[in-house]
């Protein structure tokens, strides 16, 4: 009897099953508990808002296998092919887009389950991928698979995309995108150059048509060298911190001039300790001015492995076994000599050979990735047009005190107002004109 009902619970058709529920409570048959804790706001979500999506896996290398959602446009995958797709990827590096793009930035609902009224696939299909290997649904076999390197993090989403092509054929005549957050901005650029390689190559077919980087970790020089002065400006340390901290992110920056990025890395453990523990207030490095969203990812998580994974068993995809994390620490910590390996060149690259439209953005009370850092290597980049950047004029965003942006060619850069770490959803007004801008052709 219970397995039977939980087995007919996991559909999607719940409002039914609640009427013949109350039944079988009022039989006697299932206990109340029972009726209480299988109903899924997630599917009831779907129920009223539905949306259409597909998730796969793609086996980017013997046994490390990678996790794609896919958004159909408006709901519907009718005529999807003639909007826009746009790719997301997600930083950490290990952080999982499955849940956190999905759930906390742009997907249809809220992680609250509620429709989500600046969502991205408004007109828009969207390409969450758990990347790298080992993070939130994607996995590998043997822990030894996991990537090492920038590179090999590119190369794999480079097959998973490549693959999803293949798959969705309908796909490659759409104009494409990729947008990007944190290290997942780091590694748009090299991921963005192998693709452009690809196609020029005959090796993918794929329209390929713009970047978006929010708030890139592309620089982690001039990123680290950004942080103290933001936080004493803020109000976030006292000036011997701020002092301390000047000393430690100078050394940061010379161990990553040298190419030292182990030294890097354990100088901004120094920087890091020194700063939550000399504070006195507990920072939120996604945006100062918010509390902790610590409690709010543990909360996801539950949400997604009780609600959200079982509805991915419909369709015999996810094993249910596999715990889903927001974070994945060994994917983390097998990046850890990668961490401030800089990506500028590649950035640069694409500036001067491809033509690609390319938008940089950044909150201004981001404290992983000051908005002084992010302009400082934005101004710095080394292309045809870096002049006329830094002459350009700045322009206002539309909306009230929404910040500023300015451009030449295809390259735009953008000051976000009232948004830290993460744009699209600390500011959807702002990141809807920047997503608009790089879709619109003209120069
Ligand atoms: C949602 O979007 C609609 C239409 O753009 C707007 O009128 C409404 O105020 C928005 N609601 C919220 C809660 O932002
Ligand atoms: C990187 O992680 C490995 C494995 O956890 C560890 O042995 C090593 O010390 C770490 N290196 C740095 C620079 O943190
Ligand atoms: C699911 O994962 C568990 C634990 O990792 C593993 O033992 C099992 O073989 C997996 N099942 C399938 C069908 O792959
Ligand atoms: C880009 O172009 C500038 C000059 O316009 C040149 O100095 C620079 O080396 C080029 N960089 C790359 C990576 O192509």
């Not at 609640?18 to 206990?31: C, D, M, S």
């Not at 997942?184 to 005959?202: M, N, S």
Request: net charge positive; with cysteine.
């Amino acid at each position: 009897m219970f397995a039977w009902t939980t087995f007919y619970l996991s559909l999607v058709n719940l409002k039914i099953m609640r009427y013949y529920l109350v039944f079988l409570v009022a039989l006697g048959y299932v206990k109340a508990e029972v009726f209480y804790e299988e109903i899924n706001p997630y599917t009831e979500a779907l129920s009223y808002t539905p949306w259409k999506s597909v998730q796969k896996y793609v086996e980017v290398r013997p046994g490390a296998f990678m996790f794609y959602w896919l958004y159909y446009a408006d709901g519907t995958s009718y005529g999807a092919d003639r909007k826009p797709l746009v790719i997301w990827i997600q930083g950490g590096p290990g952080l999982a887009a499955s849940g956190i793009a999905n759930f906390m930035e742009l997907g249809p609902f809220d992680m609250h389950m509620q429709p989500r009224n600046h969502t991205w696939v408004k007109g828009r299909n969207v390409l969450l991928i758990d990347h790298p290997v080992g993070t939130g649904f994607s996995y590998v076999t043997d822990k030894k698979l996991l990537v090492k390197t920038d590179r090999q993090m590119a190369t794999d989403l480079a097959r998973a995309i490549k693959t999803f092509f293949r798959t969705h054929k309908e796909f490659r005549k759409t104009p494409t995108y990729l947008f990007s957050q944190s290290y997942g901005g780091k590694l748009c650029p090299r991921l963005a150059y192998y693709l452009h390689t690809a196609i020029e190559k005959k090796r993918l077919k794929m329209n390929f048509k713009g970047i978006g980087i929010g708030s890139g970790w592309v620089d982690p020089k001039e990123s680290t060298l950004a942080h103290p002065s933001f936080l004493y400006n803020m109000g976030a340390i006292d000036q011997n911190t701020y002092m301390k901290c000047v000393v430690i992110s100078k050394r940061i920056a010379y161990a990553v001039e040298q190419k030292n990025y182990v030294a890097a890395g354990e100088y901004d453990a120094i920087l890091y300790r020194t700063v939550t523990q000399e504070s006195g207030m507990e920072i939120n490095f996604n945006n100062i001015n918010q509390v902790d969203t610590n409690g709010a990812l543990i909360l996801l998580e539950k949400k997604i492995n009780k609600y959200v994974k079982p509805t991915l068993k419909i369709v015999k995809i996810v094993n249910q076994s596999l715990e889903w994390s927001y974070i994945s620490e060994d994917v983390f910590q097998s990046l850890n000599r990668s961490f401030f390996v800089p990506s500028m060149k590649f950035l640069e690259m694409l500036l001067n050979k491809t033509q690609l439209n390319i938008a940089v953005y950044n909150g201004n009370l981001d404290v992983v990735t000051p908005l002084a850092g992010a302009s400082n290597w934005a101004h710095k980049l080394n292309w045809y047009g870096a002049d006329e950047f830094k002459n350009a004029k700045r322009i206002k965003i539309n909306g009230h005190r929404t910040g500023f942006y300015k451009k030449a060619h295809r390259f735009s850069f953008w000051w976000v107002f009232g948004s830290g770490h993460w744009v699209p959803e600390d500011n959807p007004v702002a990141m809807e004109q920047i997503l608009e801008h790089v879709m619109s052709s003209d120069e």
